[in-house]
């Protein structure tokens, strides 16, 4: 079973930048969609940015402009780079990772989740 590895989270102020990475604990075969997710606390997870593995990028209204989604093509990891940070941008992150297996199989892996905690 591949784990998801997160990691960048943690407490920054108003208007700070934040990157958040996530990498898998072993190569994947074959991946053609990367995402990263936030839940606040009483809120639905919802989607903050994805990406595919040709390179088309999605994001919330929300985060529109102030976030940056990349693959790390070397690690099969996924990254979002977040500026301006808001106090409503806190929550707990998540990484997405959708793709096939060497046997043909579909997988849909999740992290575990980064805090990340925007606070004066």
């Known amino acids: 079973q591949v784990q998801l590895v997160e990691s960048g989270g943690g407490l920054v102020q108003p208007g700070d930048s934040l990157r958040l990475s996530c990498a898998p604990s072993r190569r994947i075969f074959s991946y053609n969609y990367m995402g990263w997710y936030r839940q606040a606390p009483g809120k639905e997870r919802e989607l903050v940015a994805s990406t595919t593995n040709t390179d088309t990028t999605n994001y919330a209204d929300s985060v529109q402009g102030r976030a940056t989604i990349s693959r790390d093509t070397a690690k099969d990891g996924v990254s979002l780079q977040m500026r301006n940070l808001r106090p409503e941008d806190t929550a707990v992150y998540y990484c997405?990772?959708?793709?096939?297996?060497?046997?043909?199989?579909?997988?849909?892996?999740w992290g575990q989740g980064t805090q990340v905690t925007v606070s004066a």
């Open positions: 997405n990772i959708r793709g096939w297996t060497v046997t043909g199989n579909k997988f849909d892996y």
